[in-house]
């Protein structure tokens, strides 16, 4: 069992960072890979970015490429977010979730957090 919770969301300007957290428990924590996906209002749930247990791996989403940095510290059992040069368009919660393998797919990851309110300003 791995639980998540996020943190770090809140409310900025256009062109403005955030950096959102994944505190995870559960002694298994580093063999799973973690994601972060996001969902706006009217939306489906959408891949945003995802490192592998070892952290040799990432994937991201074209949208977010050369703008948000997925990283984790298996040590600390924690993952994170650091995204940059925000658009009105990244508005969302952000969810964050542990699966293996690593991939896209939503119905890859078996937990979930609860999720953090990102909203951009223009």
């Known amino acids: 069992q791995v639980q998540l919770v996020e943190s770090g969301g809140g409310l900025v300007q256009a062109g403005g960072s955030l950096r959102l957290s994944c505190a995870a428990s559960?002694?298994?924590?580093?063999?799973?890979?973690m994601g972060w996906f996001r969902q706006a209002p009217g939306k489906e749930r959408e891949f945003v970015a995802a490192?592998?247990?070892?952290?040799?791996?990432?994937l991201y989403a074209d949208s977010v490429k050369g703008r948000f940095t997925i990283s984790r510290d298996n040590a600390k059992n924690m993952v994170f977010l650091q995204m940059n040069s925000l658009k009105p368009e990244d508005t969302a919660v952000y969810f964050c979730?542990?699966?293996?393998?690593?991939?896209?797919?939503?119905?890859?990851?078996?937990?979930w957090g609860r999720g953090t309110q990102v909203t951009v300003s223009s």
């Open positions: 979730a542990a699966g293996r393998p690593l991939g896209f797919d939503k119905n890859d990851y078996d937990y």
């Open positions: 559960g002694r298994t924590f580093t063999r799973y890979a």
């Open positions: 490192r592998s247990w070892s952290g040799g791996s990432t």
